[in-house]
């Protein structure tokens, strides 16, 4: 018994002293502070398909995410064709909660929400200046929708380059599309290649580079750097680099996850999307004039493949064309479609990016 006793006051003795290194300050026992565990965000990015900017920019910005933002929060990131999401479901997977953060691409979301399409219509943002100032115009509008109507806050919008056009037969201008199948992306553009005399055809991204090769399409619409990326090249022989729309992407971040925030983080997350945004646009514009020349065999090529398409010369006339499309096809056209769904749509564009075009 005396070997017992002793044994449990050794062993009480112990732990009393575990306890007393831990609690008293300044023991050398005393345990090191736990550090505060990192917010994580789950992040539905970019296609894959998409190309260059998704993996060079966009890929490596939410990868190092507390690295760029300067802030304890990590980002899960995830494309969304490796998550088998398609990009036309954007603003669902943002509404349902899913995700915190999620890339919109614009022309693809606006089926669910027209309002969305109003700084890229036909003939508006048909290059880098354009698009910049309606961009800017149009950006708190943009905000105050996603915020009312589907709980998110606007982080950026950037583009992915002037969209122009690739056929398997000659053209010799825009009026060569009369009677052709062409892979278009939104209503917009549709209406516009109506006018002109071509069947529109809507194919995704992904599988428009088959659809060509299988002739199910004539020709296609997408921007230089992209159509480089998925091969279209391979497939199509003529290239015409007349802007019809520059095909923005956003990012929104769920209202609930930004107020949750402190104002200082809110702050320098909003700088971080701002640096990023500004780092985008420049590169977009290095992608496009870069594999506008790979994609017909010159120099310098130096971010894609080079092929040897034959370049359709944009003639004034195909300009004209273009240019006439934003008030007699597409922004008719989108202002029907957006004003059932919104009835001020119309009226904000036209108090928004309507001064920067000449309309009231």
Known sequence: MNAKRIAGALIAAAHVACVAAVLLPGTAQAQPAQPAQQTKLRVAGNLVATGLI???????????????????????????DVLGIKDSDGLRVLRSGLFDIVSLRLAQVSRDEPFFLGPDIVGLSTD????????????????????????????????????????????????????????????????????????????????????????????????????????????????????????????????????????????????????????????SRELFEDASRCNVGKEPCKTGKKFAMKEVPVRPADLQLVRDALTTVSLPTWTEVCDKSYPQCSAIWKQTIGPLVGVK
């Open 54 to 80: 998704q993996q060079n920019k966009e890929q490596p910005f939410f990868e190092n995410f507390a690295r760029n933002t300067g802030l304890p929060i990590d980002a899960d990131y995830k494309p969304m």
């Open 128 to 283: 880098y200046g354009s698009a910049s100032k309606a961009v800017d115009a149009y950006r708190n509008a943009f905000d105050k929708r996603l915020q009312e109507r589907y709980g998110a806050k606007l982080l950026g919008i950037w583009p992915f380059g002037p969209q122009v056009v690739f056929c398997k037969s000659p053209i010799g201008g825009l009026a060569d599309l009369k009677g052709k199948k062409v892979r278009v992306y939104d209503q917009s553009l549709a209406k516009f290649i109506e006018k002109l005399g071509g069947i529109p055809v809507t194919i995704p991204f992904g599988e428009t580079q088959q659809a060509l090769e299988r002739g199910v399409t004539d020709c296609a619409i997408t921007g230089p750097s992209s159509a480089n990326t998925a091969g279209w090249p391979e497939v199509t022989s003529y290239f015409m680099p007349v802007g019809f729309q520059i095909a923005l992407n956003a990012y929104a971040i769920k209202l609930s996850r930004w107020n949750a925030l402190p104002p200082d983080q809110q702050t320098r997350l909003a700088e971080a999307f701002q640096r990023f945004e500004r780092d985008t646009w420049s590169y």
